[in-house]
């Protein structure tokens, strides 16, 4: 293949090892996409970590109600290391403030339902 294949190409010359932009237009162009995903990714994120909260909240009331009857209110806590691996763990809490586990509620809480 010859210049005469491709006239157009007759008088190029190439620019030589200079990068076709520069640093500062590299360095806002990386800034822009990791503004512009964290913008996408970020609302999500909160949302599902606020409804999880809110239905934790939720069926541990329930739960707490239901197998701890004389326990004065209720709190759902994530745990890393609970009882039966990582989730949300149910906690029925007296008086004193004392907590006594009463469910997992597993990594993605749901309705209450019948335990076993």
């Known amino acids: 293949m010859t210049y005469e294949d491709h006239p ?6 190439p620019l030589g090892e200079r990068p076709l932009r520069g640093r500062t237009m590299t360095v806002a162009s990386r800034v822009f996409v990791v503004v512009a995903l964290s913008a996408l990714l970020l609302p999500g994120i909160l949302l599902t970590v606020s409804i999880q909260t809110q239905t934790a909240d939720y069926t541990c009331a329930v739960y707490a ?14 745990e890393f290391s609970g009882l039966l691996g990582p989730g949300w763990q149910c906690y ?25």
Do not use: C, K, M
């Not at 157009?8 to 010359?13: I, K, Q, R, T, V």
């Open 8 to 13: 157009e190409l007759a008088e190029y010359e």
């Open 65 to 78: 109600r239901q197998y701890q009857p004389d326990a004065l209110s209720s709190s759902a806590r994530f």
């Open 92 to 116: 029925a809490l007296n008086t004193e403030g004392d907590a006594t586990w009463v469910a997992p509620l597993g990594l993605i809480p749901s309705a209450p339902h019948q335990l076993p």
